[in-house]
């Protein structure tokens, strides 16, 4: 079974930064997209960006675009989210997700995955 841990959320302030982590394990797993999301408390969860596993290709949310960077590290099985530029409208539970499959809703931000993490809190205050 494939396992998606987050790490490297906590308290920012505004204009701060931080990296998030999502390591994988289990069985050899080759996604065809992995990506980050978001829940901000009462909303639905929402897309931040995703990349090409294979390609490195990204795509970003609107609201993210210029401020976070989606990065991988293939060796390492290990997928970043960096952070800058923090606003409190950051605040959320962030997911990452993982999907094989060559629809790439994922990669164009529909919340479709074969795998999800458990989440990891940012808290940004003003």
């Known amino acids: 079974q494939v396992q998606l841990v987050e790490s490297g959320g906590g308290l920012a302030q505004a204009g701060g930064s931080l990296r998030l982590s999502c390591a994988t394990s289990?069985?050899?797993?080759?996604?065809?997209?992995m990506g980050w999301f978001r829940q901000p408390p009462g909303k639905e969860r929402e897309f931040v960006g995703a990349?090409?596993?294979?390609?490195?290709?990204?795509n970003y949310a609107d609201s993210v675009q210029g401020r976070f960077t989606i990065s991988r590290d293939n060796a390492k099985n290990t997928l970043y989210l960096q952070m800058t530029g923090l606003k409190p409208e950051d605040t959320a539970v962030y997911y990452c997700?993982?999907?094989?499959?060559?629809?790439?809703?994922?990669?164009?931000?529909?919340?479709?995955?074969?795998?999800w993490g458990q989440g990891t809190q940012v808290t940004v205050s003003s």
């Open positions: 289990g069985p050899t797993f080759r996604p065809y997209d």
């Open positions: 997700a993982a999907d094989s499959s060559a629809a790439r809703s994922l990669y164009l931000g529909v919340p479709s995955a074969d795998y």
């Open positions: 990349i090409s596993w294979s390609t490195g290709n990204t």
